[in-house]
C-alpha cells in the first residue's frame, strides 16, 4: 500500500486541523518561563520512584525531533509528493507544526523541573539526553491511518500517566507542571481521536487491518532503544500506573462513535483490542 493512495480527503484534514486550533487558542497556551513558581521547586517531596519517573518521562518528551521528523518523511511537504498529496501534507503541517511545539515545551519544562528541584544539573542532563536524543525513531508504517491510530494510543496513555503522577506527588510545582501536560495530551489525543474516526467513515473496512496491526505491534516511543527501557518502565509503574493498554478502550469508543452499524470485519477487530487490554 502507498500511503499517498489511502489518505482521507483534504476537506476532511482541514476540519480536523481546524478543530485542534479552534480548541488550543493563544488564551490557553502556556510557557516554560512564567507558568510556574520555579524556586519552589523541590524534588525532596518526592520519592526516589516519583523522581525516577520524572527522569524517565522527561527522556521520552525531549526526543521530540524524532517524533516530528516522522511526520515529514511519511508526509512531505515538498516535490517529492503529487500535488493534491502535498495539499493534503501541508493542511496536515498546520497541526504538526503546532503540535511539535508544544511537546518541546514539555520536554523543556521537565528539563527545567528537574533543575530547578534539584534532580540534576543542567549541562549534565543535556548530555544525557543526547544518548537517547541522537538514536534512531521510526514507525515503520504503510498505511496513514496507522500514524495516527499509533498516536491516538501514546497521546491518551501519557496524558492518563501524567494524571495519575500528578494525584501522588507532593510537590505543588511538580503537580502544575503535570497538569499542564496532561491537558495539553488530552487536545492531542482529540485530534488522533478525530483523524483514525474520518479514516473509518472514509474506508471503512479497509482500516481494519493496519488498525489492527498498530495495536499488535504497539510500543511506547523509545521501547526498543532505551537502554534498560523494560526495567526502568516497571519501575515506574509502581509509582502510578503506566499502562498503554489502558488507552484501548479510547480506541474502541473512536471506532464505536465512528461506524454506525459494525461489519464483521470491524466487530472482530474491537475483539481483539479489546483482548489486547492487560488484565489488571
Ligand atoms: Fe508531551
Ligand atoms: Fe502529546
Avoid at 542532563?125 to 525513531?137: D, M, N, S, V
Avoid at 500514524?147 to 500528578?166: D, G, I, P, S
Amino acid at each position: 500500500m502507498n500511503i499517498e493512495s489511502a489518505l482521507i480527503p483534504v476537506g476532511d484534514m482541514v476540519e480536523a486541523v481546524d478543530g485542534f486550533l479552534a480548541a488550543s487558542p493563544a488564551s490557553r497556551a502556556w510557557d516554560v518561563e512564567t507558568a510556574f513558581n520555579w524556586q519552589r521547586a523541590d524534588a525532596g517531596r518526592l520519592t526516589e520512584g516519583q523522581r525516577s519517573a520524572v527522569q524517565f518521562v522527561t527522556l521520552i518528551e525531549d526526543h521530540l525531533p524524532g517524533y516530528f521528523e516522522v511526520y515529514h518523511r511519511y508526509f512531505p511537504v515538498d516535490d517529492s509528493v503529487d500535488r493534491d498529496t502535498f495539499v493534503h501534507n501541508r493542511e496536515l503541517y498546520h497541526f504538526t507544526v503546532r503540535w511539535a511545539l508544544e511537546e518541546d515545551t514539555h520536554a523543556r519544562a521537565l528539563a527545567r523541573y528537574q533543575e530547578a528541584a534539584g534532580i540534576a544539573e543542567r549541562g549534565a542532563l543535556r548530555t544525557e539526553l543526547a544518548i537517547e536524543g541522537q538514536k534512531p525513531f521510526d514507525l515503520p508504517y504503510d498505511h496513514p491511518v496507522q500514524f495516527f491510530a499509533y498516536a491516538l494510543v501514546q497521546e491518551k496513555a501519557t496524558q492518563m500517566y501524567y494524571q495519575h503522577l500528578r494525584d501522588v506527588v507532593d510537590d505543588p510545582v511538580l503537580a502544575a507542571v503535570l497538569a499542564k501536560l496532561s491537558r495539553d495530551e488530552a487536545r492531542h489525543f482529540s485530534f488522533m481521536a478525530d483523524v483514525v474516526g474520518r479514516y473509518l467513515r472514509v474506508h471503512g473496512d479497509a482500516t481494519v487491518e493496519p488498525i489492527r496491526d498498530v495495536i499488535a505491534n504497539f510500543r511506547m516511543p523509545l521501547a526498543d532503544t532505551m537502554r534498560g527501557y523494560w526495567r526502568w518502565a516497571l519501575k515506574i509503574a509502581d509509582v502510578a500506573s503506566y499502562d498503554h493498554t489502558e488507552a484501548y478502550e479510547h480506541l474502541v469508543k473512536v471506532i464505536d462513535r465512528a461506524v454506525d452499524a459494525r461489519t464483521d470485519r470491524v466487530d472482530e477487530l474491537v475483539r481483539f483490542i479489546e483482548e489486547c487490554r492487560s488484565v489488571a
